[in-house]
């Protein structure tokens, strides 16, 4: 019997990554440094399978950790149509319209800040949204649902919050105001990922992010073909998992 030789990367993925410079070069090197975003290649890859798989991510971060620098940046590389809502001071109305009575029934009026027609959303600050509004962005996380409506175009869902204040946080230390997500939300995001403070980095990563300035050094195109890679990615890993489903399911 033959053995089936293993899955390669499609043609674009290897065209993709090639792009990126070698090391040494004093060029990006990595899939989240190709972004401007240093002293996070740790996360490359999981960053890389939310967005594959297209599912929800969370980043739980200090401030000033670049949650989201990280987020904007994959939107803009991707070229999605992307919405952002500090959902610490959304109201549902931001998200779906104001509702006008129409025929026997109600619609809603679409401004280019609504949900409609987004690829992917960014719901920042979601631990310190209002329990009502947290429960209504369940079935948009979850569900791509608003409403009982699908958002047809929905791809990525995306949040960000700073870690909740423990016990043995000193008080001028902890973010008070961010409070743990409720269970069942917070089991919606299949990738929960911790991204470090400023201090934390390596000294070369905290020079590099100094020298860069977080706030201008998104403006370059990234050196990585973001599309072709994650649909490379996308379509390596369903050959992967038909290929060794046996092996995945015991």
Known sequence: MKKESPARMPEQASSAVAHAAAPGSGQAEGFLESLGLYGLSHLDAAVL???????????????????????????????????????????????????????????????PATLWGAQSVFLDEISRCRPEVQNKLFSIIHEKRVQGIALGELRYRWSAMNPPAGEDDEEEDAYLGSVP??????DRFGFVLELPALEDLDPQARRQVIR???????????????????????????????????????
């Open 49 to 111: 399978a939310a967005l594959a798989a297209e599912t929800p991510m969370l980043l739980i971060g200090p401030h000033g950790s670049a949650k989201s620098a990280l987020l904007e940046r994959l939107a803009a590389a991707l070229g999605l149509e992307h919405r952002h809502y500090n959902a610490s001071l959304l109201s549902f109305d931001d998200l779906v319209g104001f509702p006008v009575p129409e025929g026997g029934g109600l619609k809603y009026l679409h401004t």
């Open 181 to 186: 997500l409720d269970p069942a939300l917070a």
């Open 212 to 250: 860069s300035g977080l706030a201008n050094s998104g403006n370059a195109a990234p050196a990585i073909e973001f599309p072709a890679l994650v649909e490379a990615s996308r379509q390596h890993a369903q050959r992967s998992a038909q290929r060794d489903a046996g092996w995945i399911t015991g």
